[in-house]
């Protein structure tokens, strides 16, 4: 399965609609404490843009809302493993995407047999804090070579130029968050991401 190349992640549908209109393709809706009405409004209105657009949106996390809102794709955490319905997920036909951070989880995330697996932080991040160092370019090589015809998407700590390294060092997928999001000049970092990742 080929993917897009640019992959932002929000928190906030309002996002969407500053990406989507750009041309961004693939884009994650990662929503942290929200009320339960709220996340699932903010789902359903993404999925609607994202439609509009013709392109795909990712819910992080929250399965049970996007089983029951119709989505087509679901990204988990290793966290999020422990406590989903994994057989409940794929009667539902999502697609799945899952984090990996060292071997044994990307051994296990392998064993779902994921339509993407993600890296990080491949720099430095600032969106949480995580025990993992930055996992570097040579590791972006290996875990390539390690999941084969499997998409790999790079996160942590990208930007525009990172992402450039990034792809050529084996990544399918670049995503970012804070890199557009704390931008000044949001739309005009989207285009070029979408420049170096068209």
């Known amino acids: 399965m080929r993917l897009p190349r640019f992959y932002p992640i929000f928190d906030d549908a309002?996002?969407?609609?500053?990406?989507?209109?750009?041309?961004?393709?693939?884009?994650?809706?990662?929503?942290?404490?929200?009320?339960?009405?709220?996340l699932r409004d903010q789902i359903r209105r993404g999925l609607a843009l994202a439609r509009a657009h013709d392109a795909a949106l990712v819910v992080n996390d929250h399965w049970q809302v996007?089983?029951?809102?119709?989505?087509?794709?679901?990204?988990?955490?290793?966290?999020?493993?422990?406590?989903?319905?994994?057989?409940?997920?794929r009667r539902a036909g999502l697609r799945?995407?899952?984090?990996?951070?060292?071997?044994?989880?990307?051994?296990?995330a392998l064993t779902l047999a994921p339509d993407y697996v993600a890296?990080?932080?491949?720099?430095?991040?600032?969106?949480?804090?995580?025990?993992?160092?930055?996992?570097?370019?040579?590791?972006?090589?290996?875990?390539?070579?390690?999941?084969g015809a499997t998409p790999l998407?790079?996160?942590g700590g990208l930007t525009p130029e990172r992402g450039a390294l990034?792809?050529?060092?084996?990544?399918?997928?670049?995503?970012?968050?804070t890199d557009i999001t704390l931008n000044p000049d949001p739309e005009g970092r989207m285009r070029d991401w979408l420049a170096v990742a068209p």
């Not at 799945?96 to 060292?102: A, N, Q």
């Not at 990034?166 to 968050?177: E, F, I, P, Q, T």
């Open 166 to 177: 990034a792809l050529a060092a084996g990544a399918d997928v670049v995503s970012a968050v």
């Open 66 to 89: 996007a089983i029951d809102e119709g989505a087509e794709w679901l990204h988990l955490g290793q966290e999020d493993l422990d406590e989903a319905d994994l057989p409940a997920i």
């Open 14 to 38: 309002a996002w969407l609609d500053r990406a989507l209109p750009l041309g961004v393709r693939l884009v994650q809706l990662r929503l942290k404490d929200r009320a339960p009405n709220d």
């Open 119 to 147: 890296l990080g932080p491949v720099w430095p991040t600032i969106l949480k804090k995580m025990r993992w160092h930055e996992q570097g370019l040579d590791r972006v090589t290996e875990w390539k070579a390690l999941v």
């Open 153 to 155: 998407v790079a996160i």
């Open 96 to 108: 799945l995407g899952v984090s990996t951070h060292d071997h044994a989880e990307l051994d296990r």
